[in-house]
Nanobody, 125 residues
Framework: QVQLVESGGGLVQAGGSLRLSCAASGRTFRDYDMGWFRQAPGKEREFVARISRNGGSTYYGDSVKGRFTISRDNAKNTVYLQMNSLKPEDTAVYYC??????????????????WGQGTQVTVSS
């Protein structure tokens, strides 16, 4: 079992920045690739970013490339999402997730084993 707790969400103006954190506990954090997803009201859960267990590989959804950066600190059992140049369309609940399988479709939320409770990000225009 892995427990995930997100923090860092809030209200920000368009063009601003936020950094989300996801703290993990339970099984060994570095045994998991980690991902961030988001879900806006009435929409499906959307892939945002993923980072490999050693931090050497990162992947991003097209809508956030060049604006968001995923990183991790295995010593602190924490994964981060730095969000810059925020837009109103980035408004959503953001979730972190853990995947113990290196391969498969990294953009599919069904790939992931464990999820946090989510943190709200609201971007005002």
């Amino acid at each position: 079992q892995v427990q995930l707790v997100e923090s860092g969400g809030g209200l920000v103006q368009a063009g601003g920045s936020l950094r989300l954190s996801c703290a993990a506990s339970g099984r060994t954090f570095r045994d998991y690739d980690m991902g961030w997803f988001r879900q806006a009201p009435g929409k499906e859960r959307e892939f945002v970013a993923r980072i490999s267990r050693n931090g050497g590989s990162t992947y991003y959804g097209d809508s956030v490339k060049g604006r968001f950066t995923i990183s991790r600190d295995n010593a602190k059992n924490t994964v981060y999402l730095q969000m810059n140049s925020l837009k109103p369309e980035d408004t959503a609940v953001y979730y972190c997730a853990a995947d113990d399988y290196r391969y498969g479709n990294r953009m599919d939320p069904r790939q992931y084993n464990y999820w946090g409770q989510g943190t709200q990000v609201t971007v005002s225009s």
